[in-house]
């Protein structure tokens, strides 16, 4: 069945469309967890909580590739509905060229920097540091594509081809997943084998997407010569930067949690909060690939004026949300132990600590796929504003001051339980938003 982004959207059609941005979240996901999974069980703990602190610095950066993303597909959409292929066209080649441009300039000042940066993050231990500029320097050699392919992913959804999204990102993860089996059980390369394993299997995901949209190709999009449009890549910026807050601001937060982990509990409290990362990506992908993948059909759909079709993914998005986070929760609760006893499974303290850290956090899944679409809905819908406030408040703000106050009550209980109270604090705001904005954009 071909599904256009013009069509009426039926459940069963809706989810066909997001389920291949959906499996392609996981799939990005799956760079940081089959690292994490080798060096934890092949290499040591020391190397393993390189990776942790040093993941979240990697994902600050590439966070401009998921503004660029979702700001330019919202600009690229609906430009398409108000039928101007060609310049759709024209703005989709500018916003790839100027992110390659600023992404190269990332990666120099980010390779130079490494140690300036592992510094900050509060590490003194040299054996530690040593472990997180080595990884930090390998992973900004492949930060162009990496950016790249996070921008991609909203483009694809975009020219209508999800399922080649999900492919790319599929060989992509392969690629990584045989480098690293390779590179640490075989040659024995330690943390530095992770690591080109993980850029290699980025520099896959971000080329794939280049290649194909160079090339002739059935979909909505394809590469065409191009002006520079200052105001365009202003309005991409304006409106994405939810998206890139969202990621700055998580990547910040993960920050100030290894650091008052590392106060409360040592390198234990950060292996442990390394694995519930990890578990809540494969978890959050559902959210995180519903809203991407839903975020052009509302963009189209609002720039042709339909509101018909805009109510009708509202209800059906939010009936979805809801009904996901129960499902999240209870699997939550079942697998707690067995998907934390695959990285931990050979220290019954660390495994004990991270299952009951994860159980807490896991309540988290019921709201928080709510506050995550309801940010992207108001990108759609070319409102950057709001879904900056929206971003802003549920992924720094309000979990800046949970993380410094919980623990001083509740100690490390109190940081597994911040996230809770963060998303719970977002969900007020996000639902002002929403039901306030109603009669504006008439959904």
Excluded at 113 to 125: D, S, V
Aim: glycine share 8%; net charge positive.
């Amino acid at each position: 069945m071909n599904i256009q982004l013009s069509d009426h959207f039926t459940y069963k059609r809706l989810l066909r469309f997001v389920l291949p941005s959906i499996l392609m979240i996981m799939c990005t996901s799956v760079y940081s967890i089959v690292d994490g999974f080798f060096v934890s069980n092949f290499v040591g703990t020391t190397p393993f909580a390189a990776i942790n602190l040093t993941f979240p610095v990697l994902m600050a950066v590439a966070s401009i590739g998921f503004m660029a993303g979702t700001g330019g597909s919202a600009v690229v959409s609906k430009t398409m509905g108000e039928g101007n292929r060609e310049r759709a066209n024209e703005y989709f080649t500018m916003i790839i060229a100027a992110l390659f441009g600023g992404a190269v300039v990332l990666s120099v000042i980010g390779f130079i920097m490494a140690r300036p940066i592992t510094m900050a993050l509060g590490t003194t231990q040299e054996e530690l540091i040593r472990d997180c500029v080595l990884y930090i320097r390998i992973g900004f050699l492949s930060m162009p594509a990496f950016i790249l392919q996070f921008a991609f992913q909203s483009f694809f959804v975009a020219a209508q081809k999800p399922g080649l999204s999900l492919k790319a990102n599929v060989a992509a993860g392969i690629v990584n997943g045989i480098l690293d089996y390779v590179l640490i059980v075989i040659f024995h390369w330690g943390l530095a084998g992770a690591a080109i394993a993980t850029s290699a299997g980025q520099i896959v995901g971000g080329l794939i997407p280049v290649i194909y949209f160079m090339r002739k190709n059935d979909s909505l999009l394809q590469f065409k010569k191009f002006h520079m449009h200052m105001d365009v890549i202003g309005k991409v910026c304006i409106n994405g930067s939810s998206e890139m807050v969202t990621n700055l601001s998580s990547s910040i937060v993960n920050i100030l949690y290894n650091f008052q982990l590392m106060k409360l509990a040592g390198e234990d409290g950060i292996a442990a909060y390394g694995v519930i990362l990890y578990i809540n990506i494969i978890f959050m992908a559902i959210f995180m690939g519903y809203s991407i993948g839903s975020a052009p059909i509302v963009s189209y759909h609002y720039g042709a004026g339909n509101h018909t079709e805009l109510k009708n993914l509202f209800r059906k998005s939010l009936t979805f949300l809801m009904i996901s986070g129960v499902v999240l929760l209870a699997a939550s609760e079942v697998l707690a132990r067995p998907l934390s006893a695959i990285f931990v499974n050979y220290d019954t303290r660390l495994l004990e600590l991270t299952v009951h850290g994860f159980r807490i956090y896991s309540l988290a899944f019921l709201i928080m796929g709510i506050n995550v679409w309801g940010s992207s809905f108001f990108t759609a819908l070319n409102n950057g504003l709001v879904s900056a406030v929206i971003s802003f408040l549920r992924t720094l703000v309000f979990q800046i001051v949970v993380i410094s106050v919980l623990p001083l009550l509740f100690g490390v209980d109190g940081i597994w339980f911040s996230v809770v109270a963060a998303e719970g604090m977002a969900l007020f705001v996000t639902l002002g938003f929403l039901f306030t904005n109603r009669r504006r954009y008439h959904y």
